[in-house]
């Protein structure tokens, strides 16, 4: 009961601030814990389409991976609450051994609660960033992989990383400045057809949970996306 009432108390917090001209990461909490355990938990915002403009255009998945001195936790309670209310996690052997599970839409603030029998690591909270909106491209432009190509996207906060990519390149981190000039070869293309390309934006925050063990993190990300057509690129 103690865990359930501040994850309604922090996030009630952190919704007020918003109101109140504040940000969610005011509420911000690295817990407290046993500082037994070692916790890598990651929760992710994918768009369900393209440049994705609310937090409902979203579908949010919990990635937690535990153990306690090298040991998997396989057994216990792992919960993450956002405004939505606690969704408690499954512990999935066959993908990797991690705690997992998904939500609709994307709540950006988040609290984690891990109880393994006298093992715990409570109360870490963590805001991840606003939904980021592409201005430049438009979706479905036509552009050309000759020439470099500006992207800009709108949004509220700064992250804590950034990173950019297409279908051709891995992700590249960025500073979180709201534009960024793509160079020349990070577009996939053909010369005498056009291709289908993809850009992808991710923002992420990240917090140390005080009460498991050094190198533990909880990181909060969304990501958006547009389609893009490049233009053939000739002989």
């Known amino acids: 009961m103690r865990t359930r009432t501040r994850s309604l108390l922090s996030l009630a917090t952190a919704a007020l601030l918003a109101a109140c001209g504040g940000t969610p990461s005011d509420a911000d909490d690295p817990g407290s814990g046993t500082r037994t355990l070692r916790v890598e938990a990651s929760i992710t915002a994918t768009p369900d389409v393209s440049n994705a403009q609310t937090s409902a255009d979203f579908t949010t998945e919990f990635s937690i991976r535990i153990d306690k001195a ?10 993450v609450t956002g405004n939505a209310g606690p969704i408690a996690l499954t512990w999935s052997d066959p993908n ?9 839409s994307y709540d950006q603030v988040y609290q984690l609660d891990v109880v393994a029998g006298a093992d715990t690591v409570e109360g870490v909270v963590l805001a991840g960033p606003d939904v980021h909106v592409f201005t430049a491209p438009s979706p479905g432009t036509t552009v050309d992989a000759t020439l470099p190509l500006d992207v800009a996207w709108a949004s509220q906060d700064v992250a804590t990383s950034t990173s950019i990519k ?10 979180d400045t709201g534009s960024y000039q793509l160079a020349v070869g990070t577009l996939r293309s053909k010369p005498t057809e056009v291709e289908q390309e993809e850009l992808r934006l991710t923002r992420s925050t ?21 389609d893009l057509v490049v233009a053939p690129t000739g002989p």
């Open 70 to 79: 090298g040991t998997p936790i396989t057994s216990g309670t792992v919960t």
């Open 96 to 104: 990797g051994g991690r705690w997992r599970g998904s939500a609709p």
């Open 166 to 175: 297409t279908r051709e390149i891995d992700p590249i981190g960025i500073d």
């Open 206 to 226: 990240r917090i140390e949970p005080a009460g498991a063990v050094a190198g533990s993190q909880l990181t909060v990300s969304i990501d958006n996306r547009i």
